[in-house]
């Protein structure tokens, strides 16, 4: 009797692992905020290798899986959402120091105080918001 | 046949599959898919190595996919904290 649970909590498991492995390759990559999908069909995984461990009867190995499953979890999304997410994060989309004689790259608020003056001319039409720069040809 | 013994391969079968798609999602473009997908290998990697040592009855295969997950663990963290760098 023993055998058919142990059985059955092994291919439940392998079910798991691989509609996770299908679930990770299938995403495609212009989705939004697919890292973040990704570690949640990793969380998937992780449970199947901890049904797995209890089937063969190592408890403890799927006590301490559990626990630091999440971690693992965490610190990777932690890690890109601090360096790598430009969709959500506005911190990585301002540059922090703008040498002030390079023509291409401009500072975040001069530009806004650029739109902000310069507003009133452009709102015949409400649908458009217009911003120009000057480009002296002689730089 | 026991199907004990046979579900055994089936999820070593699925940890190999699962572990090729892990490889895979690891190349993509951002350094966190790759610490993802290493990790995950890791693990497919200790797991498996627990069923075969279960299936021979080989003791110290317990031993080494119990270092696998610790030191994936470790590993994967460290590598999180060096990448996600300092709070301000």
């Known amino acids: 009797m023993i055998e058919y649970i142990q059985s059955i909590l092994l291919i439940i498991s392998a079910i798991l692992i691989i509609i996770s492995a299908i679930g990770l390759i299938s995403l495609q990559n212009n989705t939004k905020n697919v890292v973040y999908a990704r570690i949640h069909i990793v969380g998937v995984f992780d449970i199947a290798c901890i049904l797995a461990m209890l089937a063969i009867g190592q408890y403890l190995l799927a006590g301490i899986y559990l626990v630091i499953a999440p971690f693992t979890a965490h610190a990777i999304a932690n890690a890109y959402w601090k360096k790598e997410d430009k969709e959500n994060n506005l911190n990585l989309k301002t540059v922090e120091k703008v040498d002030e004689n390079n023509p291409f790259i401009h500072p975040r608020e001069k530009i806004e105080v650029l739109e902000t003056k310069d507003s009133g001319k452009f709102k015949t039409d409400s649908k458009f918001s217009v911003a120009m720069l000057e480009i002296d040809e002689g730089e | ?88």
């Open chain 2, 1 to 88: 046949m026991d199907i004990l013994f046979v579900s055994k391969y089936i999820v070593v079968i699925a940890l190999i599959i699962m572990m090729l798609a892990a490889l895979r999602a690891s190349a993509y473009k951002s350094s966190s898919m790759g610490l993802l997908g290493s990790s995950v290998v890791v693990v497919a990697f200790a797991v498996a190595l627990l069923l075969v040592g279960d299936l021979y009855n080989l003791e110290f295969y317990r031993d080494i996919s119990l270092a696998l997950i610790l030191f994936g663990f470790v590993g994967t963290v460290a590598f999180a904290v060096v990448l996600g760098g300092d709070d301000k």
